[in-house]
């Protein structure tokens, strides 16, 4: 009998917290439309996320899990999550996610779970969100892969990865527009979706790498978004840097590639020489399924025919075994 299956990239949203950003996001986040007659969120004129309006519906979703065979779903704020609006704004627009996530698992315990948002801005406000979400049943946390453009290692933020650490907790790192999609001028044929997010989160993972990262945080779980963006095309260029560029080794001691068995990837990739590039880079015991369901380029069926395209034992870690193993279920 083939494994439950468990989607750990996949999205929601409120109407309220959409309202919120709306009155609280600008002048940088705007909403606007876009061709196709879509509403989507802009940064700096670039538009980057398409709501949709199974986003807003827990029926559709569920609808959607049953006509395509998965199982669970850990929800997760999308981008541009709560970096924004201030600090008050930002902990309010954190909290109606987290509570109406939380509501849903409550209501659907056996279908639905969550990774918690935190306004990582304000570690005196993301530390007491933490403890609030753990308590509530968060599986873990959603982090965007640049937080209102500073990087994930900055110092700013180390006393919530060390309180993430401390509890060992699984991070999907997501990607958002990347720092300066204005001036790369992405907002012509929307290229943050098709470009720029694979960018964010390939940098914000080498950044990672580069600076000890998995040295300092053992038992830290990181899912890198969408196969782990371009790194499963890249570690092999990241260890000839390494070798070569002194700046490479200010950090670390052994080549980036060596860390590989501490980070997991998700499957949301659009071809099965993709996924299995990501299964020989990451290992198909830190492989997930994952959908980013219901982005308007998000593929539930067609992420899970590509794994279930697998070999055997690879087709199960990936389908559900290796989410019950990372995840407290």
């Given at each position: 009998?083939?494994?439950?299956?468990?989607?750990v990239?996949?999205?929601?949203?409120?109407?309220a917290?959409?309202?919120?950003?709306?009155q609280?996001g600008?002048?940088?986040?705007?909403?606007?439309?876009?061709?196709?007659?879509?509403?989507?969120?802009?940064?700096?004129?670039?538009?980057?996320?398409?709501?949709?309006p199974?986003?807003?519906?827990?029926?559709?979703?569920?609808?959607?899990?049953?006509?395509?065979?998965?199982?669970?779903?850990?929800?997760?704020?999308t981008?541009p999550?709560?970096?924004?609006?201030?600090?008050e704004?930002?902990?309010?627009a954190?909290?109606?996610?987290?509570?109406?996530?939380?509501?849903?698992?409550t209501?659907?315990?056996?279908?639905?779970?969550?990774?918690?948002?935190?306004?990582?801005?304000?570690p005196?406000?993301?530390l007491?969100?933490?403890?609030?979400?753990?308590t509530?049943?968060?599986?873990?946390v959603?982090?965007?892969?640049?937080?209102?453009?500073?990087?994930?290692?900055?110092?700013?933020?180390?006393?919530i990865?060390?309180?993430?650490?401390a509890?060992?907790?699984?991070?999907?790192?997501?990607?958002?527009?990347?720092?300066g999609?204005g001036?790369?001028?992405?907002?012509?044929?929307?290229?943050?979706?098709?470009?720029?997010f694979?960018?964010?989160?390939?940098?914000?993972?080498?950044r990672?790498?580069?600076?000890?990262f998995?040295?300092r945080?053992?038992?830290?779980?990181i899912?890198?978004?969408?196969?782990?963006?371009?790194?499963?095309?890249?570690?092999?260029?990241m260890?000839?840097?390494?070798?070569?560029?002194?700046?490479?080794?200010?950090?670390?001691?052994?080549?980036?590639?060596e860390?590989?068995?501490?980070?997991f990837?998700?499957?949301?990739?659009?071809s099965?020489?993709?996924?299995?590039?990501?299964?020989?880079?990451f290992?198909?015991?830190?492989?997930l399924?994952g959908s980013?369901?219901?982005?308007?380029?998000g593929?539930?069926?067609?992420?899970?025919?590509?794994v279930?395209g697998?070999?055997?034992?690879?087709?199960?870690?990936?389908?559900g075994r290796?989410?019950?193993?990372?995840?407290d279920?």
């Open positions: 009998m083939a494994s439950a299956v468990i989607d990239h996949t999205h929601c949203l409120t109407e917290w959409f309202d919120l950003l709306r609280h600008a002048p940088r986040y705007t909403v606007a439309e876009v061709r196709g007659g879509l509403r989507a969120i802009h940064l700096d004129g670039a538009p980057f996320m398409t709501p949709v199974a986003m807003f519906d827990y029926g559709l979703r569920l609808a959607a899990m049953n006509q395509h065979g998965v199982d669970v779903c850990i929800l997760s704020l981008c999550n709560c970096y924004w609006g201030g600090a704004i930002s902990l309010h954190a909290r109606i996610m987290n509570d109406d996530m939380a509501a849903a698992q209501a659907h315990p056996d279908r639905l779970r969550w990774l918690a948002s935190l306004p990582w801005q304000y005196e406000l993301a007491p969100e933490l403890e609030r979400t753990a509530a049943g968060a599986m873990g959603m982090v965007l892969a640049n937080i209102d453009g500073r990087s994930l290692t900055d110092p700013h933020f180390e006393p990865w060390r309180a993430i650490d509890r060992s907790l699984p991070v999907l790192v997501h990607p958002t527009a990347p720092p999609v001036a790369m001028d992405m907002a012509r044929f929307q290229l943050t979706a098709s470009i720029g694979t960018f964010d989160t390939s940098l914000a993972v080498a990672m790498i580069y600076d000890g998995f040295e945080y053992r038992k830290l779980r899912i890198a978004s969408h196969g782990g963006g371009a790194l499963p095309y890249l570690i092999s260029r260890d000839q840097c390494f070798g070569n560029i002194p700046a490479c080794r200010e950090k670390i001691s052994v080549k980036p590639s860390y590989l068995p501490q980070i990837a998700d499957a949301v990739v659009f099965p020489a993709v996924l299995d590039l990501c299964v020989n880079t290992g198909a015991e830190n492989l399924y980013d369901y219901p982005h308007t380029i593929d539930m069926p067609g992420c899970l025919a590509r279930d697998l070999p055997g034992a690879s087709r199960d870690n990936v389908r290796n989410a019950r193993r990372i995840f279920f």
